[in-house]
């Protein structure tokens, strides 16, 4: 199983639908979970932290499942601009001072209007 | 002022060059990191050091060497540019890092990459 799994898409949803990405992580000992986006031929960047009990934050809705290891993103009334391709991020949990974060391969989404 | 910076933005170079990449953070940070995005979009890590000292050394050829004068400095050394060097190499920073830091102390900032072509 790999480390950081997500579905790569493209999902291609029209404008002010909702969608949702899943994301898995093999590592029971993560601890730190994150949401990154990236822009075509930008840097990633944090689009949220994810919380044990889950987080909002507007219109983006944060999960986390520890049992089943998986990490879920909602977004509501979706926006042109919210097409990017979205990172599932899990620190590496190797503790020690070696842990560092893994980036799933990224879900690309394309809004439509 | 950019938190992550790095340099240069664009190389384009010849195969067995030496090339370096500079990357400087003003957030004061003490965790800094190298990765790699190839031309999948898969975005790997090579590098990590804290406070100046290595931490995280990824499975990477040794033609890759990175170098921390400071903590708010780290650099990629490239030697011998192969064909398969060719990626987007990113610089990044974090407060800190470990499993016991809070959770906002782990999010890593991105320099904007540098894209190395080697021809």
């Known amino acids: 199983r790999k480390e950081v799994e997500q579905d790569p898409g493209p999902f291609n949803v029209p404008e002010g639908a909702t969608v949702a990405f899943n994301c898995t992580y093999s590592?029971?000992?993560?601890?730190?979970f994150f949401w990154y986006r990236q822009d075509c031929r930008k840097e990633p960047k944090l689009l949220m932290s994810v919380y044990s009990s889950g987080n909002e934050d507007g219109r983006f809705t944060a999960q986390l499942n520890r049992a089943s290891q998986y990490i879920s993103l909602l977004i509501r009334d979706s926006k042109l601009s919210d097409s990017a391709t979205y990172l599932c991020?899990?620190?590496?949990?190797?503790?020690?001072?070696?842990?560092?974060?893994?980036f799933g391969k990224g879900t690309h989404l394309i809004i439509q209007p | 002022d950019t938190a992550v910076s790095q340099t240069p933005k664009y190389l384009v170079t010849q195969m067995g060059n030496d090339k370096s990449i500079k990357c400087e953070q003003n957030l004061g940070h003490d965790t800094m990191y190298w990765y790699k995005q190839d031309s999948k979009k898969f975005l790997k890590i090579m590098f990590s050091y804290n406070n100046k000292e290595l931490i995280i050394n990824e499975t990477v050829p040794n033609r890759f060497s990175p170098k921390s004068p400071d903590k708010a400095h780290l650099n990629l050394h490239i030697n011998s540019l192969e064909l398969g060097d060719s990626a987007v190499y990113f610089c990044?920073?974090?407060?800190?890092?470990?499993?016991?830091?809070?959770?906002?102390?782990?999010?890593?900032?991105f320099g904007a990459g540098t894209r190395l072509s080697v021809l």
């Open positions: 991020v899990v620190n590496n949990g190797k503790g020690g001072g070696a842990d560092g974060l893994t």
């Open positions: 590592n029971s000992a993560s601890q730190s």
């Open positions: 990044a920073s974090s407060q800190v890092v470990g499993l016991a830091a809070p959770l906002a102390k782990n999010i890593q900032y």
